[in-house]
């Protein structure tokens, strides 16, 4: 495993740009964390190592999936407010095909790959995040 602690939402999406470059289409990323925790901010880095404008990321909590056009395109997707069943129903695995899919609140989605990345959100304080990378 591997860990950062960030001081700033700009850290946290340089680590999100830094984990891009490792990423290919069909890759998933799966993001948990508390609410407040850097997740959309680690998002917006992705999408700018993929080639996606890192200014149209917004959490898409009530859109459920936001699509950023990019060198490799990003499928960001927000479980919060649904339940497994309804998650069964987005047909998570389509989604990836061809894509990047990075997942906030995965542990909504009972059969998320087991080849997925995951990185762990937790706040230390105000403003400082360790985020830590595993699988």
Do not use: N
């Not at 290919?24 to 990323?29: I, L, T």
């Not at 609410?35 to 959309?40: E, Q, V």
């Not at 059969?111 to 403003?127: K, T, W």
């Amino acid at each position: 495993m591997t860990s950062w602690v960030t001081e700033s939402e700009r850290e946290t999406a340089a680590v999100g740009r830094a984990l891009a470059g490792r990423l290919r289409a069909g890759d998933v990323v799966l993001l948990e964390g508390s609410l407040g925790a850097g997740k959309t901010a680690f998002v917006r880095g992705l999408a700018e190592g993929l080639g996606a404008d890192p200014g149209a990321v917004t959490s898409p909590t009530f859109t459920l999936v936001q699509v950023y056009a990019g060198t490799t395109p990003l499928q960001h997707v927000d479980l919060y407010r649904l339940s497994a069943g309804e998650v069964d129903d987005l047909a998570l695995d389509e989604l990836r095909e061809g894509h990047v899919l990075a997942v906030e609140w995965p542990d909504r989605w009972a059969d998320a790959p087991g080849d997925a990345l995951r990185v762990i959100f937790e706040v230390l304080d105000a403003d400082r995040r360790r985020l830590t990378l595993a699988g």
